[in-house]
């Protein structure tokens, strides 16, 4: 049987959404508040799923303290309280958070293997969120 | 096609165990939640049908007969209720968020009228939920 699991992980990060390949003005009417050269800060909540058949042994899809091991270690630890202009990531791409929701796939995918990584969903507010399933699949 | 999902709540204790593993495997694997005396969350079910709008009255599923199924079937029976003991499904298997939301599905499947299952949807806690499609 396979099952989808899902666990949500907040951390605070800032930043200043602004493109050296736009001029002042365009970069003030595209990003708007956004753009204010002394940045901002969000409560991020990172929701990530995975997927698989659930072991007959433990009931588990994966056990959850390695997940959460790993998301602590590789996206709370780094991005937790930085400044998201100045990590290398983002020296080219905008620190937008649909960048931030893709560089989070991307290594959770490398780097986290007891389970099939269905998608990462980033809420930036209670507003807005994105999500990532990589680049062909849709999301279920 | 449209999407309907209603949802509910119950609590309950459960605890993780197997007999197969030695006390120490039990404590690696499970931490806490090895604790024999049970512990107990607060739980959310999402119940997600599929079906087309009936011309007639509007609906996808009568929700008055979801909401009856869904409480006959898992709240009149997980409710207050220590999983491990009370419930037949978990005799033999653990009543993880996994094993849950499977049980929850098999219970429903076969009950509804109308209206098609198409997702189960158990948070343990806000932040933990696990996803059932019906996929073997």
Redesign the interface.
Known sequence: ?????????LFSASHRLHSEAMSEAENQSTYGKCNNPHGHGHNYIVEV?VSGP?DE?????C???DLDGFIEREVLARYGHENLNTMKEFIKDVPTTENLCIQIYEIVQRGFHSAHLERVRLEETMMNSFEYSGKSEAP? | MVYLTRKAEFSASHY?H?P??TPEENRR???KCNNPNGHGHNYTLEVTVKGEVDPLSGFVVDLKQLKDVMHREVLDAMDHRFLNKEIPEFAH???????I??AIWQRLATKLERAKLYRVRVYET????????G??
């Not at chain 1, 042994?57 to 899809?61: A, F």
């Not at chain 2, 298997?93 to 094993?99: A, D, G, H, K, L």
């Open positions: 049987m396979k099952a989808h699991l899902s666990r949500r992980y799923t659930v042994q433990t009931g588990m899809v056990n959850l303290t279920k | 993780y197997n197969a593993f694997i499970f931490g298997q653990i009543p993880t968020t996994e094993n939301a499977i806000p932040d933990l939920f696990v996803d059932f499609y996929e073997a």
